[in-house]
C-alpha cells in the first residue's frame, strides 16, 4: 500500500485570522485562553493544523501497520458546541480525567463546554503530560 500524507497539516493561516471567526463568543474567549496557557508552557507558538485545529510542537506517531506521520504535541479546536483537546496522555490519561472536572470523551479526543468547569492546574498537568509524551 502506498503511503498517503495525512489531510490535517500545518497550515499557513494566522491563529490570530482564525480566532476572529470563532463562535460564540464566549468560545472564542476560552480558546484565547487556552492559546496563552499552551504557548506559555510549550514555549512555541500555535499553528494552524488544517481548518480548525490549533496546534503546539509536533509528535511524530508509527502504528503497527506502518502507517506514520506527524500530529501536534498538544491540540484544540474551538468548536461551536465544545472545545476539543487533542492530548497524548500515556498511560496517565485515566487519572488525569477523573481530576480534571466537567468533561466529556470521545475516542482520542477530550471535550470540554468552558474552561470553567475544569481545574486549570490539572489541565496544565495535561498540556505538560502530552509534550513530554512527544519528546
Same mark, same amino acid.
Request: glycine letters at 12%.
Given at each position: 500500500?502506498?503511503?498517503?500524507?495525512?489531510?490535517?497539516?500545518?497550515?499557513?493561516?494566522t491563529?490570530?485570522?482564525?480566532?476572529?471567526?470563532?463562535?460564540p463568543p464566549?468560545? +472564542?474567549? $476560552?480558546?484565547?485562553?487556552?492559546? %496563552?496557557?499552551?504557548?506559555?508552557?510549550? !514555549?512555541?507558538?500555535g #499553528?494552524?493544523?488544517?481548518?480548525?485545529?490549533?496546534g503546539?510542537?509536533?509528535?511524530?506517531?508509527?502504528?503497527?501497520?506502518?502507517?506514520?506521520?506527524?500530529?501536534?504535541?498538544?491540540?484544540?479546536?474551538?468548536?461551536?458546541?465544545?472545545?476539543?483537546?487533542?492530548?497524548?496522555?500515556?498511560?496517565? +490519561?485515566? $487519572?488525569?480525567?477523573?481530576?480534571? %472536572?466537567?468533561h466529556?470523551?470521545?475516542? !482520542?479526543?477530550?471535550? #470540554?463546554?468552558?474552561l470553567?468547569?475544569?481545574?486549570p492546574?490539572?489541565?496544565?498537568?495535561?498540556?505538560v503530560?502530552?509534550?513530554a509524551?512527544?519528546?
Amino acid at each position: 500500500m502506498a503511503a498517503r500524507a495525512n489531510k490535517t497539516q500545518p497550515t499557513e493561516v494566522t491563529l490570530e485570522a482564525f480566532l476572529e471567526g470563532v463562535t460564540p463568543p464566549e468560545r +472564542r474567549t $476560552d480558546a484565547q485562553t487556552l492559546c %496563552g496557557m499552551v504557548a506559555r508552557l510549550s !514555549g512555541e507558538a500555535g #499553528v494552524m493544523w488544517g481548518q480548525s485545529i490549533i496546534g503546539y510542537g509536533r509528535r511524530h506517531y508509527r502504528y503497527d501497520s506502518g502507517r506514520e506521520g506527524d500530529v501536534p504535541a498538544v491540540g484544540f479546536s474551538p468548536r461551536k458546541p465544545a472545545l476539543v483537546l487533542y492530548l497524548n496522555l500515556g498511560a496517565a +490519561r485515566e $487519572d488525569f480525567l477523573a481530576r480534571l %472536572g466537567k468533561h466529556t470523551t470521545g475516542k !482520542g479526543c477530550i471535550y #470540554v463546554k468552558r474552561l470553567a468547569d475544569v481545574n486549570p492546574g490539572v489541565l496544565e498537568e495535561m498540556i505538560v503530560a502530552s509534550l513530554a509524551e512527544a519528546s
